[in-house]
Structure formats: structure tokens, C-alpha cells
């Protein structure tokens, strides 16, 4: 679709008021975790800036056992329960049921869906980074490119209601941040003894299938349930069932997610690097450590920026349908822990939508606008069908949609510990497309910009679902217009899109990538450089002796550095 529908369009407006979120009672009342470890006074301290694990909290050092971060191999993870999506949930469906609700998902396959209809229904409205040191000012204040053009694909599976999967990735070259994603919050809420419990034993004690030879049993950890199950908060809108995992709480009803983050260079290596190992590149950044608390790099506001930009989004979406406080934030690169932080819903609220009037409505919005794109790009199909259902996005305000019958389902075990079983799906050849645009209006008065309004204005949305016929209207939605995403970002093209919609030459893309990762890691070192000379002077260090940094004895000598040296 080269430009917008004409006003002939038969636009379609939503009701807000239908997307309102409510509690579910249930009789599932698993205990919910506490913090461990005294990290609880975290969430007394000032949380606009990170607490160091080199500070004290209430004149007492932090655990050092919360340093160093157990890896992987080490976990037992047949301790450690799988991923159950919302197809499978019984407990889930039976709400679902019970309220009548024709949809349910998990906060998983949720949010990834929802974040794409905000950027269409915002108009890329820029995120708020004002809290935030002033060079930060001269850096992008749009949302991340991964959220911006990364398509989001869900599974569709009919019973008496319909589950929204997320699709399985047959491989992830970031599988070391989910995994640790997992085992980390245990880590972070069992006592010491328990959690090594959930540890193997040493290499050296395993027999040749991984057992442990002459090795007593040690106790089962306490409450088993807590393991096997988890706790959850369910949420209704008047067509979704959602679930959320509860993670933390702390007193009688303060509760809140726990949220690991990788630093910025380990995040943003696994595109880089391809001649090693996905599973070995992260090694190559551990001397990226957090050791200020402002400025561009090495420091905990670097990360508090990206989580800003990226992350945000997701988190707020899932702190709401679990009807919860905030997430608290354990900064690390894979190895070692640095920080903490508690960050508070209002907060990123503030951040993304401008405040938590605009999110609650934003959110209403959404799900009642995905409920309806789902209902039409269902009509004609089986309900004993399996569905494949993409979301991709385009450059303007414009979203195109694809759905594709499954026509087989391979499932195999894991290949790794800790990792889910293995998933295939095999589509039939003809898949049916749309395209849908948004429009909004304040007050009655078109509004292509609606970032900001208050709860005495009323905000309304229309959208209009064009079915792609092939040789009518496949022309691509990029060409510039009125309607363009107004998109401030200063980033360079994004990798993640679809071969329909964008002409992407990955080699350029690649050496982009990689020219802006030398450029990043260049200037950071010059400021180190900078920073360690001007602290020589200052305190009479010899020459030659790095001052300000410690670096990981372990970590392999970045590939970056010998492209450099060849380069010059």
C-alpha cells in the first residue's frame, strides 16, 4: 500500500473503554518470594541512581556471595521448572472459561504484540530521558530498532478459546541471558545453603552422563512448591486472559519483578563477531564493567538509558497485567554482579508514555485493537487449525499482518539443559496479508502526535484492516508521506524487518554494525585513557599502570582490538 487509505476507507473506531483491566480471584495461592541476601534495603534507599555492590547499605557491605554468578553448566535445571506457554496452562484455560473470555496469553507473547500496536497508535512517540545527565540529551530518544522493526510472531491454537503463543526460537545467540535470566532469580531469592542446592557438583565429581558418582543426596530444598510452580496474578480485559509470574514481594502486598540486565556491550555483542561461537562471544566483553554511576559509558545510568529505550515498553506492560509495584534490577555481565536497582512502575510509566493516565490508556487501547485484528485475520480458518501470525512493521503509521496455516509440528526434546524443547512448525505455501493503519483523534480534532494528553481529554482511535490482494495493492508501505511514523531516531538501518517491506543489504547492515561497535569502543577507551592520565597526575601513579579499571584475567583479548590494529 503505497499511501494511506483515501477517506472513502472504511475506518473503524475503537471503544477504550473496552480494553479496561480487572482482577481475577483464583484459589492458586502459592507463596510469592522474598528478596534474600539483605537485598531488601535496596528497596528503602534513593533508587534514582543504581546501588554499587562496592557500596554499603545501612553501614553493612553487600553478600559477597551475590558477586559472582553461577554459570549454566553448573545448574541443575532439572530443579528449575520449564516455560509453560498459555496453550498448555490448564489453570489459565480454565479462567479463561470460567470468564468468558475468547482469548488468553501469557505477559511473554503478550507484550511483543502490544508493543508494535503502541508505536503505531503513539506515532513513535520519543521516550523522556530529561532524568538523565545532559550528554544524554544528544543521543536517540526513540524506542530501541529491535523493538522499532523486529517482527513479532505468534502461534494461534484453537481449544474453546484461543492461546496466543510466542513462537519458539530454534536458536537464540543470546541463550546465556536467558538462561541466567532464569537461575539468577532464584539466586537472588533463596538463602545461600538453598539455592547451591539447585547447584551440581564440581566436573571432576560427575560421572561421564553428568551423574554424580558417590555423592551423597543432599535435602530437597524447603518448599518444593515454590520450585514446581510458581506464583502467578491473573488479569481480564473484556477479551484477553492473561497471565503474569510474580516474582518478588516484600511486606503484605508490595510486589515486583525481578528483572536481570547484561551491560550494554554484552547485550548488544551476539550480532557481532559471526567467526565465533554465539555461545563464546560474550566472553570477549567482560571487561566492560560498571564502575560510575553517570555518564555514557561504564556507568549504571548507560544502562538505566537503554533500559529506557528498550526495555521499558515490555516491562511496564508486565508489572501491569500482574498488577504489580515495579521491577528490581540486578545489573551484571555474566560473570559478576554490580548493582541494583529498584525502579518503580510510575517511573517508567513517565518515561514511555508521558505518565500512568496515558500507559492505562494506552494499554486499553491496545489490547482491544489487537483482539480486533485478531477476530478478522481469523475469519475463513478451521477452528481445529494451528495459526502462525506475524506482525511486522513498516515506515509508516502502518503495520503489516500475516497469517499462515500450520500445517505440521515437530517437537523434540532440548538440546541443552535449562533450555526449552525444541520446537518446528511447517506452514502451508499461501498465507493471507493485511495491512493495518491507525488515525487518532483529541478531543474531536485529528491529532497524527498524541503524546501527550490528560484525563480530561478524550482520545480516540480508528484503524482500517486492508486484506493484500496480490497484484492490486502489494506495492511497499515505505514511500514518505503525511502519514509517516515521525521517527527521530539517530540510529542507523535495522537488520530486523521483512523482506516485503524493506530492501535490506546485510552485508552493508553488517559492516555498519560493526564499524558503529569500533567507533563506541574507540571513544570509550579514549575517555578511560583520559580519565586514568588525568588520575595519574592527580595522585603520582607511575606510568603504565592502569588506574580506574579491573579487568577480568579470564576474558579473552576482543576480536575488535586486532581489527583495529590491522585497520591502522
Known amino acids: 500500500q503505497s499511501d494511506p487509505p483515501g477517506e472513502t476507507a472504511a475506518w473503524q473506531k475503537l471503544n477504550i473503554s473496552d480494553g479496561k483491566r480487572k482482577a481475577v480471584k483464583h484459589p492458586w495461592g502459592e507463596a510469592v518470594p522474598n528478596l534474600a541476601h539483605g537485598l531488601e534495603d535496596v528497596l528503602h534507599t534513593n533508587n534514582k541512581s543504581a546501588t554499587s555492590m562496592e557500596e554499603k547499605i545501612n553501614g553493612k557491605p553487600f553478600n559477597e556471595f551475590l558477586r559472582t554468578i553461577p554459570q549454566p553448566d553448573m545448574i541443575d535445571w532439572e530443579e528449575i521448572p520449564g516455560f509453560v506457554p498459555p496453550s498448555r496452562d490448564p489453570d489459565l484455560h480454565r479462567l479463561a472459561v470460567q470468564h468468558k473470555r475468547r482469548f488468553k496469553a501469557s505477559t511473554s507473547s503478550f507484550t511483543g504484540l502490544m508493543g508494535h500496536l503502541y508505536q503505531v497508535v503513539s506515532n513513535n512517540r520519543p521516550v523522556d530521558v530529561s532524568s538523565l545527565s545532559p550528554e544524554f540529551k544528544k543521543m536517540p530518544d526513540s524506542l530501541s ?8 510472531v505468534s502461534i494461534l ?12 526460537q530454534l536458536e537464540n545467540n543470546n541463550q546465556i541471558l536467558i538462561d541466567l535470566g532464569k537461575s539468577m532469580e532464584y539466586m537472588l531469592t533463596m538463602e545461600r545453603d538453598k539455592f547451591q542446592k539447585l547447584l551440581l557438583p564440581p566436573p571432576d565429581q560427575r560421572g561421564k552422563g553428568g551423574e554424580t558418582e558417590g555423592k551423597v543426596e543432599v535435602e530437597a530444598v524447603e518448599n518444593p512448591e515454590n520450585i514446581s510452580r510458581g506464583a502467578y496474578n491473573f488479569s481480564m480485559t473484556p477479551d484477553f486472559m492473561l497471565r503474569s509470574q510474580l516474582d518478588c514481594i516484600y511486606g503484605e502486598n508490595k510486589i515486583f519483578d525481578i528483572k536481570t540486565r547484561a551491560t550494554h556491550a554484552i547485550r ?14 560474550h566472553l570477549h566483553f567482560l571487561d566492560y564493567r560498571l564502575t560510575t554511576k553517570k555518564g555514557l559509558w561504564f556507568s549504571f545510568e548507560r544502562e538505566m538509558y537503554d533500559m529506557i529505550r528498550a526495555a521499558f515498553l515490555k516491562y511496564s506492560a508486565q508489572v501491569r497485567i500482574g498488577r504489580m509495584d ?21 517511573f517508567m510509566d513517565k518515561t514511555v508514555f508521558g505518565s500512568s493516565h496515558m500507559a492505562d490508556t494506552v494499554f486499553a487501547v491496545c489490547s482491544t485493537l489487537l483482539a480486533r485484528i485478531i477476530d478478522q485475520c481469523i475469519k475463513g480458518y478451521d477452528n481445529a487449525t494451528k495459526l502462525r501470525f506475524s506482525v511486522i512493521p ?15 509440528e515437530t517437537i523434540s526434546p532440548p538440546q541443552e539443559p535449562g533450555q526449552d524443547p525444541r520446537v518446528v512448525h511447517q506452514v502451508a505455501p499461501e498465507a493471507k496479508e493485511w495491512y493495518m493503519w491507525v488515525q487518532t483523534r483529541v478531543n474531536g480534532e485529528p491529532q497524527p502526535k498524541p503524546w501527550i494528553f490528560t484525563q480530561q481529554d478524550s482520545l480516540e482511535v480508528e484503524y482500517v484492516l486492508e486484506e493484500i490482494v496480490k497484484g492490486k495493492n502489494t506495492a511497499r508501505a515505505t514511500a514518505p508521506g503525511s502519514n509517516t511514523v515521525n521517527n527521530q531516531s539517530k540510529d542507523t538501518a535495522s537488520p530486523y524487518s521483512d523482506g516485503a517491506d524493506f530492501d535490506v543489504d546485510w552485508a552493508e547492515i553488517f559492516k555498519a554494525e560493526v564499524e558503529r561497535a569500533e567507533a563506541e569502543v574507540a571513544r570509550a577507551e579514549a575517555e578511560v585513557t583520559s580519565a586514568e592520565s588525568d588520575h595519574r597526575q592527580r595522585n603520582g601513579a607511575p606510568v603504565g599502570i592502569k588506574v580506574g579499571r579491573r579487568k577480568n584475567p579470564k576474558a579473552p583479548k576482543s576480536p575488535l582490538s586486532k581489527i583495529r590494529a590491522e585497520r591502522s
Open 145 to 152: 530498532a529491535t523493538l522499532r522493526y523486529k517482527p513479532v
Open 157 to 168: 491454537t484453537y481449544g474453546w478459546d484461543l492461546a496466543v503463543d510466542s513462537e519458539p
Open 268 to 281: 548488544n555483542c551476539f550480532n557481532l563477531l559471526p567467526e565465533i561461537p554465539a555461545s563464546e562471544r
Open 326 to 346: 515495579g521491577a528490581f534490577v540486578a545489573y551484571h555481565n555474566t560473570q559478576e554482579i554490580f548493582g541494583f536497582q529498584y525502579v518503580p512502575l510510575s
Open 394 to 408: 513498516t515506515t509508516k503509521r502502518c503495520l503489516k499482518l500475516r497469517m499462515e496455516e500450520i500445517v505440521d
